[in-house]
């Protein structure tokens, strides 16, 4: 069955630092893999994804996302945290037949410190 | 607004009361799914549709849950016989079916309390 791991909790970063939150997965076929951002009392935001192509997609808000499909991975990135950053981030994949429908992962809560 | 809506945002119910929510899609999208979050956690799969047809059910979902899509266009979410775990944020999201642009948004939820 399809599955998403995020490791970590939560993440802290100070401010101009870079980030980064971490993002394993397993599926059937080739992933489609997916990562949104979700504020306090907000909806879940789509922030980028990986459908083929380039193993480096850029999104929203500077952020970018590194596909590793050796060690099944899809870590989160930005060069520079901003406080405004923080919020909770969840992984997601989409896979092929049986694992076609999109899971989430636990959520990392990415705390920017000032 | 052309986004994913949810209705109602809010609802009280008593236990053992059954409740039924809805979720109109963003209107080219074919696929519509429903998840569950509780506080700080992950939106948990509950079921998804692609048009009318449901194409899968958490095995983790009890029988009192059920789900339809009838016109492939907006879908209900109904919980018979109402328990205080099934307190939580229920929310829809829908997407393309395939290709490119297969990334699924969300609405804004129904947060449920059952008292």
């Known amino acids: 069955a399809q599955s998403v791991a995020q490791p970590e909790d939560q993440v802290n970063v100070a401010e101009g630092n870079p980030l980064t939150v971490k993002c394993t997965y397993s599926?059937?076929?080739?992933?489609?893999l997916f990562w949104y951002v979700q504020y306090p009392n907000r909806g879940l935001q789509f922030l980028l994804k990986?459908?083929?192509?380039?193993?480096l997609v850029k999104g929203s808000y500077g952020f970018e996302a590194e596909f590793n499909k050796s060690q099944t991975s899809f870590h989160l990135k930005k060069p520079s945290a901003l406080v405004s950053d923080s919020a909770l981030y969840f992984c997601?994949?989409?896979?092929?037949?049986?694992?076609?429908?999109?899971?989430f992962g636990k959520g990392t809560r990415l705390h920017i410190l000032p | 607004d052309t986004g994913v809506s949810q209705d109602p945002r809010h609802k009280i119910t008593k236990r053992g009361q059954n409740v039924t929510f809805r979720c109109d899609p963003i209107?080219?999208?074919?696929?519509l799914y429903w998840y569950r979050q509780t506080l700080g956690q992950g939106p948990e799969f509950l079921t998804y549709?692609?048009?009318?047809?449901?194409?899968?059910k958490s095995r983790l979902l009890s029988d009192r849950f059920s789900a339809e899509r009838p016109k492939g266009s907006f879908s209900t979410l109904e919980i018979q016989r109402t328990e205080q775990g099934d307190s939580a944020m229920y929310l829809c999201?829908?997407?393309?079916?395939?290709?490119?642009?297969?990334?699924?948004?969300f609405g804004q939820g129904t947060r449920l309390t059952v008292v």
């Open positions: 549709f692609q048009n009318e047809a449901q194409l899968e």
């Open positions: 990986y459908i083929t192509g380039d193993n």
């Open positions: 997601a994949v989409r896979g092929k037949g049986r694992d076609d429908k999109i899971i």
């Open positions: 209107s080219e999208h074919n696929r």
């Open positions: 599926v059937s076929g080739n992933p489609y």
């Open positions: 999201a829908s997407s393309r079916g395939g290709g490119l642009n297969t990334e699924a948004f």
